[in-house]
């Protein structure tokens, strides 16, 4: 955890379009894709059970700015357990992370238990727990400030027409207010090997 805060220190000290390079050559290198419109990787090591799946897409910042953004989850089925890494960056240069321990209940929920760094450098712990509805995959969860603040979200995921994935989360802060937050990410692709 200490290496990703100093990791993500150092990226906010960087032009902002060298970041969004530094993102997408992550990506690739990960997605081993030619075409960046369907950057994504899911990937099972047959003898372990571990997977894990990159994917790019964007993240609408609440100022209304795009930002690029990366996703790495790692899945060890025998165990149960994972990990999740995101960072976002806009193209002023501000930085989203995020960063769990995912773990399978028995009821066949996922509870994700991490930090997130906003994209106005506010860190937040937060818990959440993911299920799968008719209608897709839903996330509620709590966020606690530094000061102690509770907020609540929501995050629903639905199928776009051209098969990406459109995260919304909707957050209920400590004082009543409101905020959204929309995430496209690219459609999950096949590859060989981890």
Not at 96 to 121: C, H, M, Q, V, W
């Amino acid at each position: 955890m200490l290496a990703t805060m100093e990791f993500i220190s150092r990226i906010r000290s960087l032009p902002a379009a060298l970041v969004a390079s530094a993102l997408l050559a992550l990506t690739l290198t990960h997605a081993a894709a030619s075409d960046i419109s369907g950057l994504s990787r899911h990937a099972r090591n047959a003898q372990n059970g571990v997977r894990e799946s990159v994917r790019s897409g964007t993240f609408t910042a609440p100022d209304g700015q795009v930002a690029v953004t990366a996703i790495d989850r790692k899945w060890d089925e025998k165990s149960g357990t994972g990990t999740l890494n995101e960072a976002a960056v806009t193209p002023d240069g501000r930085v989203y992370s995020r960063e769990a321990n995912l773990t399978r209940n028995p009821d066949g929920t996922i509870t994700a238990k991490g930090t997130f760094t906003d994209f106005d450098g506010r860190s937040y712990n937060y818990t959440e727990t993911a299920k799968r509805s008719a209608a897709g995959q839903v996330e509620v969860g709590k966020m606690l400030d530094v000061d102690g603040k509770v907020s609540t979200y929501e995050t629903t995921s639905t199928r776009t027409a051209d098969q990406r994935l459109k995260r919304t989360m909707v957050i209920t802060h400590a004082d009543g207010t409101k905020e959204t937050r929309v995430e496209i990410l690219a459609p999950t692709r096949a590859v060989a090997g981890i």
